[in-house]
């Protein structure tokens, strides 16, 4: 008897273990609201290609995988939720060539069945070799620095994007943001912070070079995040502007010109020469610092954009119930289903 007991056990475990293994290599979403148009939204040309290359059409562009995706979906919708001409949005997603793209395209549809997107293969090969450790290991992912490969990854007839992070949601209309004006010369555009210690995103080997240190010579350089901003995918496809952060990138595996993951590289090639964008659009750093990731309060002034940049993500923090008080704010956006979630 003992023995046709463990026998059955046996049984029962090996037949168990493809069915837990399914179930835990991927995460469900919810099926969210459909949203619509509001009257006075333009007719965007859907004709062959979906919207991809609509100039009417407000281009949003996102990186996918397996860790943030939770923080995608709830980026998505809240994008959708506070726009006024949702079905306006064409959404571009940059993930990782090694990734199962099948599964990304089946759970964005599922979870969004209208909404109009593309899923566009990044090979990491070429940046790999270039990403020098930081001092946060989420920082070196190749995906991290896909932003520098937008004007490439997207098709030449998308001229301007907004590029999110995963861990962010908006409270207000995207439209908005997207309309930020360039004027005549600026490619990126995102909110600057200028009380920041700009020194010290660069170490004492970048200050002490006299050809280094003068590379912000006649540029009131400012410290801005590179997950909310606003780009001319033209102008940066005219000034080759992909070669000229590759460059610092070389440098840095050289001599080590800075510790921050892909940040530096941008500051070095835009930072002074960008167009402004209110502070409301990225209330940034809600994640804490990227050691500990404590909880931080919001900066004075309105809020458009909350983003949970640092260490602590908010979906991570609920999961542990050690979240701090605003990733309450983050919460409502959450689409995971849990096992024991009601069907409504």
């Given at each position: 008897m003992p023995k046709l007991l463990l026998l059955f056990l046996l049984i029962s475990a090996t037949n168990a273990?493809?069915?837990?293994a399914t179930t835990s290599s991927y995460q469900?979403?919810?099926e969210a609201p459909q949203f619509y148009n509001s009257p006075t939204c333009p007719s965007i040309d859907t004709s062959g290609?979906?919207?991809?290359c609509s100039d009417q059409a407000i281009h949003v562009a996102m990186t996918l995988d397996a860790a943030y995706l939770r923080g995608s979906m709830a980026a998505i919708l809240s994008v959708l939720q506070h726009s006024s001409c949702p079905q306006n949005?064409?959404?571009?997603?940059?993930?990782?060539?090694?990734t199962n793209h099948h599964?990304?395209?089946h759970t964005i549809s599922?979870?969004?069945p209208s909404l109009k997107f593309q899923i566009y293969p990044y090979d990491s090969s070429a940046v790999s070799g270039l990403i020098s450790t930081s001092i946060r290991s989420a920082l070196d992912c190749p995906l991290n620095y896909a932003r520098n490969y937008l004007a490439n990854l997207l098709p030449p007839c998308v001229s301007r994007v907004v590029y999110l992070d995963s861990d962010l949601v908006l409270v207000d209309d995207i439209a908005k943001l997207a309309a930020t004006p360039l004027g005549d010369h600026a490619v990126l555009a995102a909110p600057e912070y200028c009380n920041a210690n700009f020194t010290s995103y660069f170490t004492p080997t970048f200050w002490s070079n006299p050809t280094l240190s003068l590379t912000f010579a006649g540029r009131k350089a400012c410290y801005f995040n590179t997950g909310v901003m606003v780009i001319d995918l033209q102008r940066w496809r005219e000034g080759d502007y992909t070669t000229k952060i590759i460059e610092w990138m070389e440098?840095?595996?050289r001599m080590r010109i800075y510790e921050l993951g892909s940040l530096p590289p941008f500051l070095l090639v835009f930072a002074g020469n960008i167009a402004p964008v209110d502070h409301k659009w990225n209330q940034h750093g809600l994640g804490g610092d990227n050691y500990r990731g404590l909880c931080r309060d919001l900066h004075p002034g309105p809020v458009s954009l909350l983003h949970w940049s640092g260490k602590g993500k908010p979906w991570v923090r609920l999961d542990a119930n050690r979240s701090c008080p605003?990733?309450?704010?983050?919460a409502p956006y959450d689409l995971l289903q849990t096992p024991f979630a009601l069907e409504s």
């Amino acid at each position: 008897m003992p023995k046709l007991l463990l026998l059955f056990l046996l049984i029962s475990a090996t037949n168990a273990a493809p069915a837990s293994a399914t179930t835990s290599s991927y995460q469900r979403f919810k099926e969210a609201p459909q949203f619509y148009n509001s009257p006075t939204c333009p007719s965007i040309d859907t004709s062959g290609t979906n919207g991809m290359c609509s100039d009417q059409a407000i281009h949003v562009a996102m990186t996918l995988d397996a860790a943030y995706l939770r923080g995608s979906m709830a980026a998505i919708l809240s994008v959708l939720q506070h726009s006024s001409c949702p079905q306006n949005i064409v959404f571009h997603f940059i993930a990782s060539a090694t990734t199962n793209h099948h599964h990304l395209r089946h759970t964005i549809s599922r979870s969004f069945p209208s909404l109009k997107f593309q899923i566009y293969p990044y090979d990491s090969s070429a940046v790999s070799g270039l990403i020098s450790t930081s001092i946060r290991s989420a920082l070196d992912c190749p995906l991290n620095y896909a932003r520098n490969y937008l004007a490439n990854l997207l098709p030449p007839c998308v001229s301007r994007v907004v590029y999110l992070d995963s861990d962010l949601v908006l409270v207000d209309d995207i439209a908005k943001l997207a309309a930020t004006p360039l004027g005549d010369h600026a490619v990126l555009a995102a909110p600057e912070y200028c009380n920041a210690n700009f020194t010290s995103y660069f170490t004492p080997t970048f200050w002490s070079n006299p050809t280094l240190s003068l590379t912000f010579a006649g540029r009131k350089a400012c410290y801005f995040n590179t997950g909310v901003m606003v780009i001319d995918l033209q102008r940066w496809r005219e000034g080759d502007y992909t070669t000229k952060i590759i460059e610092w990138m070389e440098l840095q595996k050289r001599m080590r010109i800075y510790e921050l993951g892909s940040l530096p590289p941008f500051l070095l090639v835009f930072a002074g020469n960008i167009a402004p964008v209110d502070h409301k659009w990225n209330q940034h750093g809600l994640g804490g610092d990227n050691y500990r990731g404590l909880c931080r309060d919001l900066h004075p002034g309105p809020v458009s954009l909350l983003h949970w940049s640092g260490k602590g993500k908010p979906w991570v923090r609920l999961d542990a119930n050690r979240s701090c008080p605003l990733d309450a704010l983050w919460a409502p956006y959450d689409l995971l289903q849990t096992p024991f979630a009601l069907e409504s």
